[in-house]
């Protein structure tokens, strides 16, 4: 039997056809806002090593600085993931500046490999993880900017918020007040 254009095939509760198959709305949730939850989560273990307040009295403090690097070395991933896959979909006023932020978060990843150190204390006999406090505080910032500064243009390509039209309350009040 020939399918032709148009013809469906069922199986189980799956309809195949020739219909183009629009994943917008997954890949929004995953390729995007998926991302943007990380990167706040990201955000707050890079400056305090855990994300809630009684955590950090659990770990001592070479863990804490494990994890502060980890996330800040995942919040760069994640950030990379994020403007790659909007892209292609901003609005071409947004493009430019969007652009600029992908190469500024790839320039950061040459520094990760200052980022820290470790050291052997000679007394306890445990190797101690040591942040570089100073650059590590530049990059945050520039993250924080840049992650801050993406909500924007992903709400003007609609990738937030779906856009609609403005709402005009004075010909809204018109047509209740001519019955229509």
């Not at 659990?58 to 502060?68: G, L, M, S, T, V």
């Not at 980890?70 to 909007?86: C, K, M, P, T």
């Not at 000679?122 to 505080?137: A, H």
């Not at 840049?146 to 937030?160: C, E, Q, V």
Request: hydrophobic share 40%.
């Amino acid at each position: 039997m020939a399918i032709k254009k148009g013809d469906q095939l069922k199986g189980g509760d799956i309809t195949l056809g020739s219909d183009a198959w629009n994943v917008a709305d997954g890949f929004t949730k995953i390729k995007i806002l998926r991302l943007l939850i990380q990167l706040d989560r990201y955000d707050t273990i890079a400056q305090f090593g855990t994300e809630e307040f009684d955590e950090d009295y659990n770990f001592d403090q070479n863990f804490i600085n494990k994890r502060r690097c980890e996330a800040i070395e995942r919040f760069i991933s994640a950030l990379r993931q994020l403007l790659g896959n909007v892209l292609f979909a901003l609005r071409k006023e947004d493009l430019a500046g969007v652009s600029s932020d992908l190469k500024r978060v790839k320039q950061l990843q040459t520094f990760l490999p200052d980022l820290y150190s470790t050291k052997m204390d000679e007394v306890s006999k445990e190797v101690l993880f040591e942040i570089n406090e100073n650059l590590f505080q530049k990059i945050l910032l520039i993250l924080q900017e840049i992650k801050d500064k993406i909500n924007t243009p992903l709400n003007k390509a609609g990738l937030i918020f779906r856009p609609t039209e403005e709402i005009d309350l004075d010909k809204i009040m018109g047509e209740i007040i001519d019955g229509g």
